[in-house]
């Protein structure tokens, strides 16, 4: 079965530094979501992405954050001059194909900021 | 008032039990609804989808009543692996739209 997936499954930064963290949806989708969830709360909304362009954002994704679709399989979620609050787990996630308005999850990378 | 609120539980159970999970949202323009679940640590994964006319799948049973914007997730003969933290997830439109997640209900089944 087809799944979504997440390089690196955790990384450690200083605080300051640039990270980018990548996820490859699953194939015939469509459209590609980020969203985080600092541990012990509810999962949060960060940015969709449809025909290469951002659809929606939420508060939380401002300047510091930015997404790209490099190629055709890659979705990348950069985040610059990380804050200590910006640790956190960051889930990927794609929908489209027969299910279209069912979102998979990718496993997340844990980003953990010194 | 939160936009998906649930009971964050914890609810112990026995094997065997049956369980029932309740959740409210308060958007009404809200179109689509799902139940995930979450194991420690783990992705939120997709349970079922709810639909207006009710839909079952195996042991678990979804219900969705506009009216009062309120979901419901049972679960009969529960397992132990049945564990887990359960998600209410409403999106506003069918597709491309972000989807708002419940704090989570967690489930604890014991032998």
């Known amino acids: 079965e087809p799944e979504v997936t997440q390089t690196p499954s955790h990384q450690v930064t200083q605080m300051g530094q640039e990270v980018i963290l990548r996820c490859v949806p699953i194939?015939?989708?469509?459209?590609f979501y980020w969203y985080r969830q600092i541990l012990g709360q509810k999962v949060e909304f960060l940015v969709s992405?449809?025909?290469?362009?951002?659809?929606?954002k939420s508060e939380i994704f401002d300047d510091q954050f930015s997404v790209e679709r490099p190629d055709g399989s890659n979705f990348t979620l950069k985040i610059r001059s990380t804050k200590l609050e910006d640790s956190a787990m960051y889930f990927c996630?794609?929908?489209?194909?027969?299910?279209?308005?069912?979102?998979?999850f990718g496993p997340g990378t844990r980003l953990t900021v010194l | 008032r939160k936009e998906v609120e649930q009971d964050p539980g914890p609810f112990n159970v026995p094997e065997g039990a049956t369980v029932a999970f309740n959740c409210t949202y308060s958007?009404?323009?809200?179109?689509?609804f799902f139940w995930y679940r979450q194991d420690c640590r783990k992705e939120p994964k997709l349970l079922m989808s709810?639909?207006?006319s009710g839909n079952e799948d195996g042991r678990f049973t979804a219900q969705l009543n506009r009216a009062s914007q309120y979901i419901s997730l049972l679960i009969r003969d529960s397992k132990l692996s049945d564990s887990a933290t359960y998600l209410c997830v409403v999106n506003k439109d069918h597709a491309g739209n972000m989807l708002t997640f419940g704090g989570g209900t967690r489930l604890m089944v014991k032998p």
């Open positions: 194939s015939n989708h469509l459209y």
């Open positions: 958007n009404s323009a809200s179109q689509s």
């Open positions: 996630a794609s929908c489209g194909g027969r299910s279209y308005n069912e979102q998979f």
């Open positions: 992405f449809y025909n290469n362009e951002i659809s929606e």
């Open positions: 709810v639909y207006s």
